[in-house]
C-alpha cells in the first residue's frame, strides 16, 4: 500500500561515478540514519558494489547492524553517548571518530587496540576539538598509540559549506600539529559530497559521500558540470478511495482546499505518520498515472487527498510523490521546495510504516 521503492543499482552506479569523478580516489559512503532512509544495509552493499571503500555511520549501534549483516569493510561511527562503552565496537573493528580528551581515555581504556579517526573541529562548530585543544589532544592521542592501545589511523573534520577554503586552511594546521606530535595520520578526510564534488582541494586522502550517493544533489543550485546522478528513492502510495463531489466540497482538516468545481478526490495512504511534510499541506506533488498534481488541503497523519478533476483515476492506481524526475515525476528536491526543507530531509524522513521493496 505504501512503498519506497529503492533502485540499488542506482546508488551503485552513483558510487562508481562520483568515484570517477574524483579520480577513484578512497571514498566512504554514508549510510547513517538507515541509509537516508533507503535501509542501511541494502544502501552500504550497493555502495560497497559501486565501488566504496569505507562506510560511514553516526553511531556505534548502526555500524553494528553492519557488521551484524556480515559487511565487513571499514565502517567508521563519529558521534558517541558520553558514557558510551567501547568494547563491542573495538571488538567488532569499529573505526571511532573521538572528539575530545576523555573520550579518547574511554577508547583508549577498551580492550583490544581501538582504530582511530581523531575528530576536528574547523569551523563548524560541532563536534570535534577546538583548535586551542589540539596540542593536548594529539599528545594524548601519541601517548595512547605508544602504549599499544589504540591505532590512529585517521583526523577528520566537517565543513559548514559557507566558507570552506578557511575550513581547509584550518585542517591543515591541524594535520601539521598532528605530525608535530608524532602522529602518522594515514587518512585525513573533510569533504562530504559537496565539497567533493565541487572543491578538489578539499578531498585529502578520502571523500565522504552521503546525499550524492543516493542520486541528490547537495546542491541548492545546478552546478554546472556536476555528475550526473540517479535518484535511487520512489515514493508512492496505492490509490484507496475515489469519488466523486460537487462543488463547494471541503477537504481535510479545517477545510484549506474547497473544490471549485464538481471534481474528483483520489484518497492516498501516507500522511506525516509516514514522513511526508505537514508543510506540504497545499503545495506537495503528486503524480497519477502520468498527470502531475498537488496535495489537496491538509497532509493527515495517514493520508493525503488529490484533486483528480475528471481524470479517470482507478482504485489501486500508483500516486507518486517523488522519485526519478527523468520519469516525469516529482523529485525529492520538488517536495523539498513545496515544504521549504531539503531533499535530505525529504528521504531520511521516510518512516517505518512504508515497506522498503528492493530492485538490484
Ligand atoms: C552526514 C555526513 C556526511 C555526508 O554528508 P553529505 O552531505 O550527505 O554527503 C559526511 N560526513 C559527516 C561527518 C556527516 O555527518
Known sequence: MREALIDLGAVSRNVETLRSSVGNMTSMVVVKANGYGHGAVHAARAALDGGADWLGVVDIDEALELRASGIEAPVLAWLHDPEQDFSAAVAARV???VSYL???DRVAAASG?????LKVDTGLGR???APGEWEAFFAAAATHERAGRVSI????SHLAGVDDALQVASFEVALAAAAAAGLRIQIAHIAASGAAIATPGSRFDM????IAAYGLSPFSKHLPGAPT???AMQLSGAVVSVKRVTAGTGVSYGHEFVAAKDTTLALVPLGYGDGIPRHGSGTGPISINGQAYTVAGRVAMDQVVVDVGDDAVALGDRAIFFGDPATGVPSADDWAAASGTINYEIVTRIGARVVRRYLS
Open 153 to 156: 589511523r585517521g583526523l577528520f
Open 127 to 129: 563536534n570535534g576539538a
Open 95 to 97: 573505526d571511532l571518530g
Open 229 to 231: 546522478l540517479t535518484p
Open 102 to 104: 576523555q573520550q579518547l
Open 207 to 210: 571523500v565522504r559521500l552521503g
Open 113 to 117: 587496540v581501538a582504530l582511530v579517526h
